[in-house]
C-alpha cells in the first residue's frame, strides 16, 4: 500500500514563496501521475497542479499557472509543488495525490487519485 506524506507548510506573507513536498512509499512510485490538491476553509477541494507518470507533461489549475510550478524527483520518490507570487486566497490545505491507474497523465479530477497525503496547511498573510 502506497504511503504519501506531505510537508513544507507554514506562514508567509502575500507576495512571497513557499515550497511543498511530498514523499511516496510502498508503491512503484514512478508508475503514477502525482497531483497537488487543496482546500480550503468552507470550500470544496480543488485541483491545483499535477504531473504525468514519467514528468512529460504538468497541468496546472488557472488561478496558478505562471506562479505555482509542480516537480518530481523518481531518484527520491517525491513530488514538489514551488508556489511563487503567493496570495491571501492560496490559504489552504495543500494534499498531494498519487494517481489510480499506472501510466497515468496529470488529470485534474480528484477521482482519478486512489491515495492521498495527510495534508499541509498554507497561510498567506495580507
Known amino acids: 500500500q502506497v504511503q504519501l506524506v506531505d510537508s513544507g507548510g507554514g506562514l508567509v506573507q502575500a507576495g512571497g514563496s513557499m515550497r511543498l513536498s511530498c514523499v511516496a512509499s510502498?508503491?512503484?512510485?514512478?508508475?503514477?501521475?502525482m497531483g497537488w490538491f487543496r482546500q480550503g476553509t468552507g470550500k470544496e477541494r480543488e485541483f491545483v497542479a499535477a504531473i504525468s507518470w514519467n514528468g512529460g507533461r504538468t497541468h496546472y489549475a488557472d488561478s496558478v499557472k505562471a506562479r505555482f510550478t509542480i516537480s518530481r524527483d523518481y531518484a527520491k520518490s517525491t513530488v514538489d509543488l514551488q508556489m511563487n507570487s503567493l496570495k491571501p486566497e492560496d490559504t489552504a490545505v495543500y494534499y498531494c495525490?498519487?494517481?489510480?491507474?499506472?501510466?497515468?497523465?496529470?488529470?485534474?479530477?480528484?477521482?482519478?487519485?486512489?491515495?492521498w497525503g495527510q495534508g499541509t496547511q498554507v497561510t498567506v498573510s495580507a
Open positions: 510502498g508503491r512503484t512510485y514512478s508508475n503514477y501521475a
Open positions: 495525490a498519487a494517481g489510480r491507474s499506472p501510466y497515468g497523465g496529470p488529470a485534474p479530477d480528484g477521482d482519478e487519485y486512489a491515495v
